[in-house]
């Protein structure tokens, strides 16, 4: 199993940036690569079997789907039912780790099946490209910690 991490440390209480990232349908607000997805699921959209869905009805449509959404440990994990690329039992979470009152780290891992080329390639393309941006954009906004 392939393994892509990427974390920040920030200037912000733990349950400051929680009520940020911890909305499953708030992506858009805080990841400056991401466009507003369409919903699918009950409204307000953190429930488990939740779907977020990117450029919706296209040919490039990418869905994520919440399996689990745990409020006092802030962790959220997700699937790629039908990911965009040659991969298998892709499960990703995003976990904020309170450091101290004002500070706190915030971690994004996805695990997958994929060949040693395709692994190699997502580090760069989801790790670098995915969550560095959005983990360098949470830095910009709470401070480096």
């Known amino acids: 199993m392939a393994t892509v991490r990427r974390s920040v440390d920030l200037d912000a209480s733990a349950a400051e940036v929680w ?3 911890g909305d499953f349908s708030a ?5 400056p690569g991401t466009s507003t997805p369409a919903m699918r699921g009950v409204d307000p959209y953190n429930a488990p079997g939740t779907e977020r869905v990117f450029e919706a009805e296209t040919d490039h449509e990418l869905v994520e789907r919440l399996v689990e ?3 006092p ?9 039908d990911p965009p690329f040659p991969i298998a039992g892709h ?9 101290g009152a004002k500070s ?5 891992t996805a695990a ?7 692994a190699e390639q997502l580090e760069t393309a989801m790790g670098d490209g995915v969550f560095a941006v959005g983990l360098d954009a949470l830095a910009e906004r709470y401070g480096r910690g």
């Open 27 to 31: 992506i858009s607000e805080w990841h």
């Open 91 to 99: 499960q990703a979470t995003l976990e904020v780790t309170e450091q």
């Open 19 to 21: 009520d940020l990232v």
């Open 69 to 71: 959404r745990d409020e």
């Open 112 to 118: 997958f099946d994929a060949t040693d080329d395709v």
């Open 73 to 81: 440990a802030r962790r959220l994990i997700y699937t790629m039912p």
């Open 104 to 108: 706190c780290t915030v971690t994004w």
